[in-house]
Nanobody, 116 residues
Framework: VQLQACGGGLVQTGGSLRLSCAASGRTFGRYGWFRQAPGKEREFVATNTWRGGNAYYSDSVKGRFTIFRDNTKNTLHLQMNSLKPEDTAVYYC????????????WGQGTQVTVSS
């Protein structure tokens, strides 16, 4: 299993970014995004089942971020709109497989910086 994230960058307050994560492997059951700001612990951002239709978001991003998957390319996405300086963090994609639910697979992280 490999997860390769990309799409981070520098954006002004109110701007948008789309994060992508190429997933290789089989029997995925759930995927998600987490983030870690400097000096803070990694926190949950959004998750969805692999088949879709069960998206769940943290209160801090609800209504601004959208999690979805490109079925044809097995690529995970996080569309981030109305970005705020407090969204600045390293973002990690995450996945779990139905064959080993207790194990988390992580991408390498991509930096998102929102300037005020």
């Amino acid at each position: 299993v490999q997860l390769q994230a990309c799409g981070g960058g520098l954006v002004q307050t109110g701007g948008s970014l789309r994060l992508s994560c190429a997933a290789s492997g089989r029997t995925f059951g759930r995927y998600g995004w987490f983030r870690q700001a400097p000096g803070k612990e990694r926190e949950f951002v959004a998750t969805n089942t692999w088949r879709g239709g069960n998206a769940y978001y943290s209160d801090s991003v609800k209504g601004r971020f959208t999690i979805f998957r490109d079925n044809t390319k097995n690529t995970l996405h996080l569309q981030m709109n109305s970005l705020k300086p407090e969204d600045t963090a390293v973002y990690y994609c995450n996945a779990q497989r139905t064959t080993d639910w207790g194990r988390n697979y992580w991408g390498q992280g991509t930096q998102v910086t929102v300037s005020s």
